[in-house]
């Protein structure tokens, strides 16, 4: 009792802690919504997405899953290539992380066209 007592107290300052910061200090504290915030969803969609297909994929046989994969890669790939980024900085990220995706379908199709691989290798044969 002598421990839980104090823990307690301490997890609800914790959990609170954000409350009482936004009832002082109001919305001045918080971001605004912009042209980021849809890239953000747009973000989390398609990690949710990706947690589906794992979900989902785990009973497909691994040429679907690999299929399914290097879609979604195409995809956000082609999306994220498609718009525009504000600084130079995000503009060089950009273009790694669409490389990047870009190369994963490419070695997706590769895999799919030489029928084997799964997911996490896609050139196995």
Do not use: N, Q
């Not at 997890?11 to 919504?33: D, E, H, N, T």
């Amino acid at each position: 009792m002598l421990t839980g007592a104090p823990a307690l107290f301490a997890l609800g300052l914790g959990i609170g802690a954000p409350l009482i910061a936004l009832a002082v200090f109001g919305v001045g504290i918080l971001p605004r919504s912009g042209p980021w915030m849809r890239e953000v969803r747009v973000f989390f969609g398609v990690l949710l997405t990706g947690v589906g297909l794992w979900l989902a994929l785990r009973l497909a046989p691994p040429l679907l899953a690999l299929v399914a994969w290097g879609t979604l890669a195409l995809i956000y790939g082609a999306y994220l290539a498609t718009r525009a980024t504000p600084s130079r900085a995000t503009t060089m990220i950009k273009r790694i992380i669409v490389a990047m995706l870009f190369g994963y379908a490419a070695l997706a199709v590769a895999g799919v066209s030489i029928g084997g691989g799964r997911s996490t290798a896609p050139l196995a044969v």
